[in-house]
């Protein structure tokens, strides 16, 4: 009688967990019903496409975002625009953002206008290029092709100082061609440059504080060297080589 009662037993369990895995052959099948109309609805929303081989993917934009789901890298033609980014102007290309949702670099076509002391300037012309951005957003520095010829590499001082340190620059529309220092307060007139003009002229100058140049040595063509000085008494300028001559 007790060996009954346990085959009994027995062949109970076996009905309970035919009917359990039953049951989890159903739900199973519920949830991957659930998930493809869940893909379906996405794909529908936001399309996104596979060419033939199916190794290249197209699409308008993407958003990367962190563990604690911010957005922390956009890209798209233009970057889709997030509630995250503090910035909301158009750009084409890739922005890298901080926790905060400042830009910190931005790589693009054109480059996003620069973000100084909190507010949004305007570029001389559009471009290509690389911007750097400090913690709050604000451009620190950068790497630009324009669409006006210049091509620049420029480093600026940081807030609340709104202008630009140091630059390496390609100006055709200046004629000319160099490096150029800026100091961090007075006038805002280049106070040191090295330059090669478009007429070949060779130039290092100095400025003082108020911007007026002081001091400049030249070399054009086979024409002796120039070192001019400035006297800011009589506002003349004197060549300091021509009076060392034999």
């Given amino acids: 009688m007790e060996r009954q009662h346990d085959v009994h037993s027995l062949e109970e369990r076996v009905d309970y967990l035919e009917r359990r895995l039953h049951l989890f052959r159903l739900a199973g099948a ?10 379906c609805n996405v794909l529908r929303g936001r399309p996104a496409s596979a060419d033939d081989s199916g190794q290249v993917l197209r699409v308008r934009g993407l958003i990367v975002e962190d563990a604690q789901g911010k957005p922390r890298i956009l890209l798209g033609a233009p970057v889709p625009k997030v509630t995250g980014r503090n910035r909301q102007d158009d750009s084409t290309g890739i922005i ?5 949702g400042a830009d910190r670099i931005a790589i693009g076509v054109p480059t996003p206008p620069p973000q100084m002391g909190g507010r949004v300037a305007q570029r001389i ?11 709050n957003g604000n451009e620190r520095g950068g790497i630009a092709v324009l669409d006006n010829g210049r091509g620049v590499v420029c480093l600026d001082y940081p807030e609340p100082i709104e202008r630009e340190a140091v630059c390496l620059g390609v ?9 150029i220092i800026d100091a961090e307060s007075g006038s805002e007139s280049d106070r040191a440059t090295m330059a090669v003009l478009k007429d070949g002229t060779s130039l290092i100058k100095l400025a003082d504080t108020n911007g007026v140049e002081r001091t400049m040595l030249s070399v054009r063509g086979d024409n002796p060297a120039q070192f001019l000085v400035l006297d800011p008494k009589t506002k003349s300028k004197v060549d300091i080589l021509s009076k060392t001559k034999p």
Wanted: proline residues 9%.
């Fill in 30 to 39: 519920v949830a991957l019903l659930c998930l493809l109309i869940a893909v």
């Fill in 96 to 100: 890298l953002m901080g926790e905060n």
């Fill in 125 to 135: 012309s559009p471009g290509a290029g690389l911007v750097l951005d400090d913690p």
């Fill in 171 to 179: 100006i055709p529309d200046q004629g000319t061609t160099g490096l």
